[in-house]
């Protein structure tokens, strides 16, 4: 019989993490009889393996608190006065919500995140919003679980929680309004004295870092997009694209083509520059190519060429991107 999984059951549960591709699709929904287009930042899905979910520890980053006689209530007091300034009171309360299903030793759990929506009288929405929130300060991680053994079924994720309160670190503290910041100097000379030591707060930690570790463990798996998936994109792509476009991108574009087209011969500028246009959003123009052939072959022969003939019409811009409108790049799956 297999061991027991974090949940405590024989199931076989997959770990898996969420993140960004880097790539964006074009998608269309409809609000009332209105049609909207829309982008999605496309997500990758990682599996980590359970055992290093086990290893992986949120408290071993930061420097820990001492335990304090009188300065604990549910949770630390240092929690309530000073973390809560950046957490919210809703964030604080989630945090407690989550902590209490990890007794003794245990660093996580599995609760019912609409149970505990509806104890804190706020959405599901605005409860994935809190947790954001705890995980950007690290406090806790959230892993989201499927069963293998019931044909990948989506199961309650599993909560990674940091125990341990650590100090804010320099960088938040400095936040701290005034009043904030000289209790907070009354309670760590009140640290120091009692503990007779010096504390000295470490420097932020950037919490994206320390993840990444986690799902740099693990295994990516991708969808793979069928033709029908990758022209509906390529189409909702269009519909975004030409909605967002201005006059003044197509008269900024046309001028530029117009110096363009004096430089370059005949068939080279009809190979290259025909079907292209351009958008700029704040400082940045994004060139638009039929296919990324062409995009690479513009921007690696011919960007100076553009750039000059961008800032000869007037234009004032501090980089430039090159795009194009075919399928992208079709995702591999993984296992």
């Given at each position: 019989m297999l061991d027991k999984n974090l949940k405590g059951t024989h199931h076989k549960l997959l770990y898996?993490?969420?993140?960004?591709?880097?790539?964006?699709?074009?998608?269309?929904?409809?609000?009332g009889d209105t049609e909207q287009a829309y982008i999605k930042k496309e997500l990758e899905k990682i599996y980590i393996p359970e055992e290093e979910i086990k290893r992986f520890t949120l408290d071993k980053h930061g420097q820990p608190i001492p335990y304090v006689d009188g300065h604990m209530t549910i949770i630390s007091n240092y929690i309530w006065d000073y973390w809560g300034h950046f957490f919210s009171a809703e964030g604080v309360a989630l945090y407690g919500h989550l902590k209490r299903y990890c007794y003794g030793d245990k660093d996580y759990c599995w609760p019912d995140l609409n149970l505990i929506s509806q104890k804190m009288n706020k959405s599901r929405n605005t409860v994935k919003k809190i947790l954001a929130n705890l995980e950007k300060y690290g406090f806790v991680l959230v892993f989201n679980v499927q069963n293998a053994d019931k044909n990948n079924m989506e199961e309650s994720p599993l909560y990674k929680i940091r125990k341990k309160v650590p100090f804010l670190p320099m960088e938040l503290y400095e936040q701290l309004p005034s009043e904030l910041k000289i209790d907070h100097d009354r309670y760590m000379q009140g640290i120091v004295e009692q503990f007779d030591q010096i504390l000295n707060?470490?420097?932020?930690?950037?919490?994206?870092?320390?993840?990444?570790?986690?799902?740099?463990?693990?295994?990516?798996?991708?969808?793979?997009?069928?033709?029908?998936?990758?022209?509906?994109?390529?189409?909702?792509?269009?519909?975004?694209?030409?909605?967002?476009?201005?006059?003044?991108?197509?008269?900024?574009?046309?001028?530029?083509?117009?110096?363009?087209?004096?430089?370059?011969?005949?068939?080279?500028?009809?190979?290259?520059f025909k079907g292209t246009f351009c958008i700029k959003r704040e400082q940045t123009f994004t060139i638009y190519t039929p296919s990324n052939f062409v995009s690479e072959w513009l921007e690696s022969r011919y960007d100076k060429m553009i750039r000059e003939a961008l800032t000869q019409v007037g234009s004032q811009f501090d980089h430039i991107k090159y795009d194009y409108l075919s399928y992208q790049r079709e995702i591999e799956s993984g296992t």
């Open positions: 898996y993490r969420y993140r960004p591709t880097g790539v964006e699709e074009s998608k269309v929904r409809y609000v707060l470490d420097p932020s930690i950037d919490y994206s870092e320390v993840y990444e570790d986690v799902i740099s463990k693990g295994t990516v798996v991708r969808k793979t997009k069928t033709p029908f998936e990758l022209d509906k994109e390529l189409r909702n792509k269009i519909k975004v694209l030409d909605k967002e476009i201005t006059e003044l991108d197509r008269t900024v574009w046309d001028m530029a083509l117009a110096i363009i087209k004096k430089k370059v011969s005949a068939p080279s500028f009809n190979t290259w």
